[in-house]
């Protein structure tokens, strides 16, 4: 399950991304329809390649809605596995690990992986103003 703790940064828009500094790239970052599902439904934030696949501030999209990499870490599958299995969309580190070997082949617990946290661009707003009356 993605909780606040597993993301980081408050960036509304790629153009509020630009004004804060940020250099960013759009990529193109596959994911299964298993993936992408759990990812519109909110059950995953993060997820794990043998190879970097963008830096922090990069964004992607699925189905035309924007995510935003928020940040990179690198750990032992075997730790993404038991740490991370909720944030990755899955219900246990068995269910992680079978996704892994079904779709990546074998699991090397010690294999290094490249995590990339992400979070949905959210749509910025209009705001109106309403002038105040001159007394």
Known sequence: MCTPSHRSGKI??????????????KIILPFSQQMQAAIKDGRKCCTSRTHKKGEAG????ID???F?????????ADSVAK?????????SPAGFIGWWTANKGKFDPVQVLQ????AA???VQSVGFVSAAKV
Do not use: C, K, W
Request: proline share 4%; charged share 10%; hydrophobic share 50%.
């Open 121 to 123: 661009v959210l749509p």
């Open 12 to 25: 509304t828009s790629p153009n509020n991304a630009a004004a804060a500094g940020v250099i960013m790239s």
């Open 115 to 118: 995590v990339h946290f992400f």
């Open 68 to 76: 935003r990499i928020t940040h990179i870490i690198e750990m032992y």
């Open 83 to 91: 740490e991370l299995y909720g944030a990755e969309g899955f219900n």
């Open 64 to 66: 035309g809605q924007l």
């Open 58 to 61: 990069d964004i992607f999209s």
